[in-house]
């Protein structure tokens, strides 16, 4: 349990280190090397729109991140109670965390990198992370890559360019050849492409079980629930404004939980 509450402070960080390393990264290197482009326009440059699209990516990631926290799931503390207490708790859905130690509603699973549990006042905050942590991700793998074709002159045209790259530039690396810099990103180009695949993965899978009614828990467990059509699912999410929701990092989305929460 130690260790589990360990990596409930571990993850959080070294999620925020590689946000902000990423920042860096894009600030101080892609776009500078966007800006050298002569033939741009000033309002249609490179610079402006690869700008322009990671702040959008990069608000929605950051900001779903902080209502997913934010907007944790409700503290059932009458299931903890006595016997008497404990049948006000909807039994299937609820279940016990011992890291947060506390009893939620709808509970999905624990997620050690936003340091809480994921139910449902939080659920579509948490899809809406993972969709766009991936892809910032990848959107920043993309514009690594190009700066490294640029600077070390190499060509990715061919389809196993990518995965030699690291090998080729660890023994370039000790050779003199690649400076520390480059190398750093190229390290960090496969970091991206990994966060952003397992991300997605996360995403698609938490999207098929929205549209089957369930939970990660309730799967685990082999709780049967009751079929519904799958729009109704999708809207007990995601709400009724789902696309200003998807566009803007907010909370109250016309779902059920946040009516409740209003009340």
Known sequence: MLALRLLNVVAPAYFLCISLVTFVLQLFLFLPSMREDPTATPLLSPALLHGALFLFLSANALGNYVLVI???PDDLGACQGTSSQRPQCPP???????????????????????????GSRNMRNFILFCLYTSLACLYSMVAGVAYISA???ISFAHPLAFLTL????IS??????????DMFVILMLYLWFAVGLACAGFCCHQLLLILRGQTRYQVRKGVAVRARPWRKNLQEVFG???????????????TESSKQQDK
């Open 92 to 118: 299937p859905s609820t279940h016990f965390c011992r890291v947060c130690s506390r009893v939620t509603l709808r509970y999905d699973h624990h997620c050690f990198f936003t340091g809480n549990c994921i």
């Open 172 to 181: 370039q690396f000790f050779s003199g050849a690649v400076l520390g810099s």
């Open 166 to 169: 690291l090998p080729t530039s």
């Open 70 to 72: 934010q907007n944790s």
């Open 151 to 153: 600077v070390l002159s």
């Open 240 to 254: 009724k404004r789902w696309l200003l929701g998807l566009l803007v990092p907010m909370f109250n989305v016309g």
